[in-house]
Each structure stands twice: as structure tokens, then as C-alpha cells.
């Protein structure tokens, strides 16, 4: 079977230097798919061989397991960003390879509020329907109106609408319902032009009303989460100690009033933070769990540890394995499922 011209499939390539976390053994066979052309030969070529098939992004929400992936990997580079002004409203619709932070600053920079707390998260917008990113009161859900996709098992082009991504908290259809059937092509998020800052989060409105902001823009609520961002090493900066991370580990665990009563009651004098969702689940803070379990900033085991800047964020050091850190991650969950009943679940995806 001869493989088609424009189709350059490696073998063996290393794939920790295309994470944040930096551990990981290689991918078996591995193609850079900068137009969808070539993503969709790449497809093909998978399911012509029966091979596993594993998309990434930018690397910063996945763990490779050590001995790597007996599977095609396609690193998804489509560029290109596109804008269509509708009714009181713009949609801005850009290719999945494009790096998120920069899609923000394209938004915020032209006046259109609805991404601006959604500043510094590292990624590509590929990622974000999937795991409806969110942050500082705002989630991508929030403004996306069609995700394009290509499904893995007609071979075909889509268009999806927000009601069939299925989002929830971190969750969407593409990460739980139907996890692998969609490679996501492109989003469109409909923005509001001249809109008002979301400012609805305490540490956000807090910090504007430090800086004496009685008019806050949207670049001045940018400005604030990136600040906030940075205090927490949630924002890839090149020489932070922190830097090797996924970010948050673990999501906020949603848990039912009675569950979230014995949390209390297991805390004795101390008070965990609760906020009521709706449908009636309680969410609960996860950074809150792990310290109230025993476990504190900065605290490593070996080559793994936590941030010395936020409890969530699990560091790999120099010398770290994949199983270091899931080991790790682990042991947060006993500890925390022993202290207070919960068990808290990963954020990142670990790739078989």
C-alpha cells in the first residue's frame, strides 16, 4: 500500500519535548498535519493499518506514559483565524492549531468581551471544546456557537452545534460521550463587541479594584488574570520552577449537599469552600482538599512534587518519569479520598 505524496509519517519521535510536563517515551509513528488535507490522509492511514490514532494539541493537558504510544500521533498545526459580524455580535472562528492566548489577545485587542478571563491558559483552541476550558467565571461554552470536526468513523466533515458537544464543568461529548470519534477542525465563538468585562470572580474584581479601576476595559481584566495567573505559575514563563506542569491536576470535584455536609463535618474547625451549582451540586475546592489532607506547596517526592505556588499543579523535576507522576497524583487521591470521602479526578488525559 503506498502512502500518499503529501503524507510524512516519522517513526519513533520523542514526544516529552511536545509536552509541558516533559516525560513520556515516543510515539510509534507520528505526522504534523498543517492543512486538513493531511489530517484526513493521516486518518486514513490509521484506520487503513488499524492503528491507534492520537491527536495533540499543545501538549499541556496529556501524560505519555514511559514507554510511549504504539499509535499514530498527529500534531493538529492548522493556523488561521476568520470573523463574521452578525447582529450586535461577531463570530470568530479560528483553526484548531491556533495557540489559545493568542486567539484571547486577538479578541480583546479588537473590543470583544467573552474570552478575556480565559487569559494565559496555555493550549491550542483544538482543546478547548473538549474540555470546555474555563476560568475566572467565564467558560468556552459560554460563546462557542459550532465546533467543525472531522469524525474518525465516516471519514467525514461536521459541523456541530453547542447542544451536540454535550458541554458540562471540563467535560464535553468529545471527551466523555464519544472520546476519540472527533478530531476538532475549527471553533467559532460569537463575541460581543464593545461588551463589559465578566468580573464576576472575587480574585479578578478584587485585583481591579486594587489598581483603582472604576471603568475596568477588557485589556485591564486581561491584565488581572494574567497577574493572578502569574502568582499561581499557571502561566508558562520560561525559567519558573513550576513551569513543568499541566496545570491544575485535578478538577474541582461537583459533589451532592449531603456529601459536601460530611466534608464539613470531617474538616472540624476549618471551613472548606463551597460554591452551590446549579442542579443542586456543590463544588467543592480541590486545591483546598489536598492541603486539608496533609499535603503542602512545594512538597516533592523525588523528581515529583507539588507547585510552590498552587496545591493543584503536579511539577515534573529533572529525572522524572510518567510514573512518577501519576504515583504521585495517586497518592493525592487516597489522602484525600481517606481525609474527606472524595476522590478527585484528573484533569489531563494519561494516553494509553
Same mark, same amino acid.
Given at each position: 500500500?503506498?502512502?500518499?505524496?503529501?503524507?510524512?509519517?516519522?517513526?519513533?519521535?520523542?514526544?516529552?519535548?511536545?509536552?509541558?510536563?516533559?516525560?513520556?517515551?515516543?510515539?510509534?509513528?507520528?505526522?504534523?498535519?498543517?492543512?486538513?488535507?493531511?489530517?484526513?490522509?493521516?486518518?486514513a492511514w490509521?484506520?487503513?493499518?488499524r492503528?491507534?490514532?492520537?491527536?495533540?494539541?499543545g501538549?499541556?493537558?496529556?501524560?505519555?506514559?514511559?514507554?510511549?504510544?504504539?499509535?499514530?500521533v498527529?500534531?493538529?498545526?492548522?493556523?488561521?483565524?476568520a470573523?463574521?459580524?452578525?447582529?450586535?455580535?461577531?463570530?470568530v472562528?479560528?483553526?484548531?492549531?491556533?495557540p489559545?492566548?493568542?486567539?484571547?489577545?486577538?479578541?480583546?485587542?479588537?473590543g470583544?468581551?467573552?474570552?478575556e478571563?480565559?487569559?494565559?491558559?496555555?493550549?491550542?483552541?483544538?482543546?478547548?471544546?473538549?474540555?470546555?476550558?474555563?476560568?475566572?467565571?467565564?467558560?468556552?461554552?459560554?460563546?462557542?456557537?459550532?465546533?467543525?470536526?472531522l469524525?474518525?468513523?465516516?471519514?467525514?466533515?461536521v459541523?456541530?452545534?453547542?447542544?451536540?458537544?454535550?458541554?458540562a464543568?471540563?467535560?464535553?461529548?468529545?471527551k466523555?460521550?464519544?472520546?476519540?470519534?472527533?478530531? @476538532? +477542525? #475549527?471553533?467559532?465563538? =460569537? /463575541?460581543?463587541?464593545?461588551? !463589559?468585562?465578566?468580573? $464576576?470572580?472575587?480574585?479578578?474584581?478584587?485585583?481591579?479594584?486594587?489598581?483603582?479601576?472604576?471603568?475596568?476595559?477588557?485589556s485591564?481584566?486581561?491584565?488581572?488574570?494574567?497577574?493572578?495567573?502569574?502568582?499561581?505559575?499557571?502561566?508558562l514563563?520560561?525559567?519558573?520552577?513550576?513551569?513543568?506542569?499541566?496545570?491544575?491536576?485535578?478538577?474541582?470535584?461537583?459533589?451532592?449537599?449531603?456529601?459536601?455536609?460530611?466534608?464539613?463535618?470531617?474538616?472540624g474547625?476549618?471551613?472548606?469552600?463551597?460554591?452551590?451549582?446549579?442542579?443542586?451540586?456543590?463544588?467543592?475546592?480541590?486545591?483546598?482538599?489536598i492541603?486539608?489532607?496533609?499535603?503542602?506547596?512545594?512538597?516533592?517526592?523525588?523528581?515529583?512534587?507539588?507547585?510552590?505556588?498552587?496545591?493543584?499543579?503536579i511539577?515534573?523535576?529533572?529525572?522524572?518519569?510518567?510514573?512518577? @507522576? +501519576? #504515583?504521585?497524583a495517586? =497518592? /493525592?487521591?487516597?489522602?484525600? !479520598?481517606?481525609?474527606? $470521602?472524595?476522590?478527585?479526578?484528573?484533569?489531563?488525559?494519561?494516553?494509553?
Open positions: 500500500m503506498t502512502e500518499p505524496a503529501a503524507l510524512r509519517v516519522r517513526e519513533h519521535v520523542a514526544l516529552a519535548p511536545y509536552t509541558t510536563l516533559g516525560v513520556g517515551g515516543p510515539a510509534r509513528w507520528f505526522v504534523e498535519a498543517k492543512d486538513e488535507a493531511t489530517l484526513t490522509e493521516a486518518v490509521a484506520r487503513e493499518r492503528v491507534a490514532l492520537r491527536i495533540l494539541g501538549g499541556s493537558n496529556i501524560v505519555v506514559p514511559d514507554a510511549g504510544v504504539d499509535a499514530l498527529v500534531q493538529v498545526a492548522l493556523r488561521g483565524i470573523t463574521h459580524e452578525i447582529r450586535g455580535a461577531v463570530d472562528t479560528a483553526a484548531a492549531g491556533e489559545w492566548d493568542d486567539l484571547v489577545a486577538f479578541a480583546v485587542g479588537h470583544w468581551a467573552g474570552l478571563c480565559l487569559s494565559g491558559i496555555p493550549g491550542l483552541v483544538g482543546a478547548t471544546p473538549m474540555q470546555n476550558v474555563g476560568a475566572y467565571g467565564q467558560e468556552v461554552s459560554d460563546t462557542v456557537v459550532a465546533v467543525r470536526a469524525d474518525t468513523t465516516r471519514g467525514e466533515t459541523t456541530l452545534s453547542p447542544a451536540q458537544c454535550g458541554f464543568y471540563r467535560n464535553s461529548a468529545f466523555s460521550r464519544e472520546p476519540g470519534r472527533y478530531v @476538532v +477542525l #475549527a471553533v467559532t465563538y =460569537r /463575541l460581543r463587541p464593545g461588551g !463589559a468585562p465578566t468580573l $464576576g470572580y472575587a480574585d479578578v474584581a478584587r485585583d481591579i479594584s486594587a489598581r483603582g479601576l472604576t471603568a475596568p476595559t477588557l485591564d481584566a486581561r491584565t488581572s488574570v494574567l497577574a493572578i495567573r502569574r502568582t499561581k505559575s499557571m502561566v514563563v520560561a525559567g519558573d520552577p513550576n513551569r513543568r506542569s499541566c496545570g491544575s491536576f485535578f478538577t474541582n470535584p461537583l459533589v451532592t449537599p449531603e456529601d459536601a455536609e460530611r466534608v464539613v463535618r470531617r474538616a474547625d476549618a471551613t472548606p469552600p463551597r460554591w452551590p451549582q446549579a442542579g443542586g451540586a456543590v463544588k467543592l475546592s480541590a486545591a483546598w482538599l492541603e486539608h489532607a496533609g499535603f503542602r506547596r512545594g512538597q516533592r517526592e523525588g523528581a515529583v512534587g507539588l507547585s510552590t505556588a498552587h496545591a493543584l499543579a511539577v515534573a523535576h529533572d529525572g522524572a518519569r510518567a510514573a512518577d @507522576v +501519576l #504515583a504521585f495517586r =497518592r /493525592l487521591q487516597d489522602a484525600v !479520598a481517606e481525609r474527606f $470521602g472524595v476522590r478527585l479526578s484528573l484533569e489531563p488525559a494519561v494516553w494509553q
